[in-house]
């Protein structure tokens, strides 16, 4: 079965400081790995997705297949990016997105 | 931008009694999701819906769980007897292809309390 685990429920940094949002999966095959995020009073959003090899918003993703993990990653955290942010994978056979738990991210003035 | 909506935002009603959460997902999206948050936990998948079918669902989405697109653009989600632990906020989602290529358009939830 596939897992998502975010170890953390709250990351709490000072503006300017480095962010590391982690997340570990555990799925035998190939999985698509997202990060969606929500801010206070809106509804769940993507903000990026590995295959993309984007960065949205300062936000970077890498998978890491040797560590089962897709930690989010900011060098410099702004206030507006206080959110609650959820890791989700979608394996290549099933059609659902399975979440992680979350992690609150609350960065301090 | 065009957005899924999800009506009522709350839904109170007793044990044992019957409801639906109704959805209006995004005109041109071709799948359909509904979640659900128990207060204080993770978001939980409990069904796909794509061609007017039930494509994936969960161990949670059991017999009392029913899902419909009664027409061209409404989505519901009906609980037939609705227990406390049903408590919940239920989330509807919709994507244009399928969830590991799309990303997934959320509503803003219905908060159903059974009492």
């Known amino acids: 079965a596939q897992r998502v685990t975010q170890p953390e429920k709250l990351l709490s940094v000072f503006k300017g400081a480095p962010v590391e949002l982690k997340c570990n999966y555990s799925y035998s095959g190939s999985p698509e790995l997202f990060w969606y995020v929500q801010y206070s009073r809106q509804r769940l959003q993507l903000l990026l997705r590995?295959?993309s090899r984007e960065s949205i918003k300062g936000f970077t993703a890498d998978l890491n297949k040797g560590e089962t993990s897709f930690h989010l990653k900011k060098p410099f955290a702004q206030e507006e990016d206080s959110a609650m942010y959820y890791c989700a994978l979608v394996d290549t056979g099933r059609r659902a997105l399975t979440f992680g738990s979350g992690t609150r991210l609350q960065v301090q003035p | 931008e065009p957005e899924v909506t999800q009506t009522p935002s709350h839904q109170v009603t007793q044990m044992g009694q019957e409801v639906i959460l109704r959805c209006v997902p995004i005109s041109n999206h071709l799948y359909f999701y509904w979640y659900r948050q128990i207060l204080g936990q993770k978001v939980e998948f409990l069904v796909s819906?794509?061609?007017?079918?039930?494509?994936?669902k969960s161990e949670i989405f059991d017999d009392q769980f029913s899902v419909e697109r009664p027409d061209g653009s409404n989505f519901t989600l009906k609980i037939r007897s609705t227990k406390l632990e049903d408590s919940a906020m239920y989330f509807c989602?919709?994507?244009?292809?399928?969830?590991?290529?799309?990303?997934?358009?959320f509503g803003n939830g219905t908060r159903l309390t059974v009492t």
């Open positions: 590995h295959i």
């Open positions: 819906f794509y061609n007017n079918e039930i494509s994936e």
């Open positions: 989602a919709s994507s244009e292809g399928g969830p590991g290529w799309s990303p997934l358009h």
